[in-house]
């Protein structure tokens, strides 16, 4: 089934790193992604990942995929609080096309 | 390059009315993909067309729902006699080949009263 689970909400103090956390289904999913969604807001991409990678570091962001578990996370170093905002992983369902599954997604709050 | 459009942002209409969402794809892309998000939750795929041609309509509800990307102009997300569970915000994404990243729009924002 198409199923991509993640923790509801994370709260962080500024300055310290975030970790978001992200199950998903698909085994032959090829790539898996992050987007941030601010209120009112569209969905911005952050990063993605390839499968056949373990690790994608992009700035401030750390992306690590263990496909062993189907775990996918999102670390965030030396997080600000304009980094607050909605976190949705999402894996590709590639029967016809890209279609996106996304989890519920993880608010981020940042207190300063 | 301009993002992704989409027009109205915020679009109300009464139950038993038409609610027409349009979404211009960024420049060179020809894939399209709309998505609904109900109020706190995430994103659900709702169809994927290209260029006069709906490729994946799984996640279309049976009834009411009508997309269409016609060869000239945007892609059109048409829902017919509103409900009040189809208050969501319509997300419309681009991409420009098959296996490329989507790019999403800001969204329309549909209440229903």
Partial sequence: GEDVEQSLFLSVREGDSSVINCTYTDSSSTYLYWYKQEPGAGLQLLTYIFSNMDMKQDQRLTVLLNKKDKHLSLRIADTQTGDSAIYFCAEIFMEYGNKLVFGAGTILRVKS | NAGV???PRHLVRRRGQEARLRCSPMKGHS????YRQLPEEGLKFMVYLQKE????ESGMPKERFSAEFPKEGP????I???VRGDS????CASSPQVTGEQYFGPGTRLTVT
């Fill in chain 2, 53 to 56: 041609n709906i490729i994946d």
């Fill in chain 2, 88 to 91: 969501a915000a319509y997300f």
């Fill in chain 2, 75 to 78: 892609s059109i997300l048409r």
């Fill in chain 2, 5 to 7: 459009m989409q027009n």
């Fill in chain 2, 31 to 34: 894939h399209v993909y709309w």
């Fill in chain 2, 80 to 82: 017919q006699q509103v």
